[in-house]
């Protein structure tokens, strides 16, 4: 017996960013159709459908709680069918194939020209008409924490819950790049290792610069960290004004202006032109209606950050 493939629902809880770099598309998930608009990323409704942004309107596939609002994480105890369905939807919503990772704080960056497109043997990866299937090591996808495309119609994808989502374009718009940006990818250099990535991608598409932006995460007032993060993030261009005391005697660090300043500093360090950083400002934490959190309830779902080159595959 055949399986059928689930139909795209109305509408989704997918926000739309207006990249400024032509031919490039940007976007990523929340938790609810109605969770208000970020000012710094200038997102727009996407075209699917957008209901009220005055009240909560969540999207549901066959998930349980507390997994019920669009989940896209296979790794988090969810109904793998389902988490499947929801990957299945926002690739049709948006007209791109995601290519999931399997995330594992580190620096390793995936090539997604390297693989194997037309059979996606071991590539980890559904394709556009793939029925959902159950959890094993292949539907993970490869382990790496951050990804590069020049292919057009399939987007690099991040999966966060307080991480943060780095995403990145050349000024040319012929080759993206995502990154997967906690505190340790920060301290391990990951997002030069990703703007390195897509030099040697397209050799000549970062010459004219690079745009980055930066996706929803913890933010400065909730993310607590030891000593021994600090140092460790201030031997990668942290600087001292990225940290405050926290009340508990520990400090409270702020990722995102830590990933700006390591992005500044990577392209001055590789003559490569800064096209501009913008970011989506709200915390994941002080969120709950918007935003998946880890720190805020350990057992919980994930949303994606996805840039893509446009066009089809």
Same mark, same amino acid.
């Given at each position: 017996m055949k399986s059928s493939t689930p139909e795209a629902p109305t509408g989704l809880p997918v926000v739309r960013v207006n990249c400024p770099i032509a031919g490039v598309g940007v976007a990523y998930t929340t938790r609810s159709l109605a969770t208000g608009l970020g000012s710094e990323s200038r997102p727009q409704a996407d075209a699917v459908q957008r209901e009220g942004r005055?009240?909560?309107?969540?999207y549901s596939e066959a998930s349980q709680?507390? @997994?019920? &609002?669009?989940?896209? /994480?296979l790794h988090v105890g969810d109904d793998a069918a389902a988490v499947q369905a929801n990957r299945l939807h926002l690739a049709k919503a948006l007209g791109t194939q995601p290519f999931w990772l399997h995330q594992v704080h580190g620096t390793q960056v995936f090539q997604i020209d390297r693989a194997h497109q037309g059979s996606r043997e071991g590539s980890g990866q559904e394709g556009a008409e793939d029925p959902p299937h159950s959890l094993d090591e292949?539907?993970? /996808?490869? $382990?790496?924490?951050? *990804?590069?495309? *020049?292919?057009? +119609?399939?987007?690099? &994808?991040?999966l966060t819950a307080d991480c943060l989502p780095v995403?990145? %374009?050349?000024?040319?718009? $012929?080759?993206?790049?995502?990154?997967?940006?906690g505190w340790r990818g920060l301290a391990? +250099?990951?997002? *030069?290792?990703?703007i390195d990535a897509m030099r040697t991608?397209?050799?000549?598409?970062? =010459? %004219? /610069?690079?745009?980055?932006?930066? +996706?929803?995460?913890? /933010?400065? #007032?909730? @993310? #607590?960290? +030891? =000593? #021994?993060?600090?140092?460790?993030? =201030? &031997?990668?261009? &942290?600087? !001292?004004?990225? @940290?405050?005391?926290s009340p508990a005697g520990r400090w409270l660090a702020?990722?995102? %202006?830590i990933a700006a300043r390591q992005i500044q500093q990577a392209v001055i360090q590789r003559g490569i032109p800064l096209v501009g950083i913008e970011s989506e400002a709200r915390c994941t934490f002080n969120n !709950?209606?918007?935003?998946?959190s880890y720190r805020r309830e350990a057992k919980t779902g994930r949303m994606a950050a996805l840039v893509w080159r446009e066009g089809a595959m």
């Open positions: 005055d009240r909560e309107v969540r709680p507390p @997994f019920d &609002a669009f989940n896209l /994480g292949r539907s993970l /996808g490869p $382990q790496a924490d951050a *990804s590069v495309c *020049s292919r057009p +119609g399939q987007a690099c &994808a991040i995403l990145l %374009a050349s000024a040319s718009g $012929q080759v993206v790049g995502a990154a997967h940006a391990q +250099g990951v997002i *030069s290792t990703v991608t397209d050799p000549a598409a970062c =010459k %004219a /610069g690079v745009w980055a932006w930066l +996706g929803p995460c913890i /933010g400065p #007032e909730r @993310f #607590e960290v +030891g =000593k #021994e993060v600090v140092q460790a993030l =201030k &031997a990668r261009e &942290a600087m !001292p004004e990225h @940290f405050r005391p702020n990722l995102q %202006a !709950p209606s918007a935003f998946y």
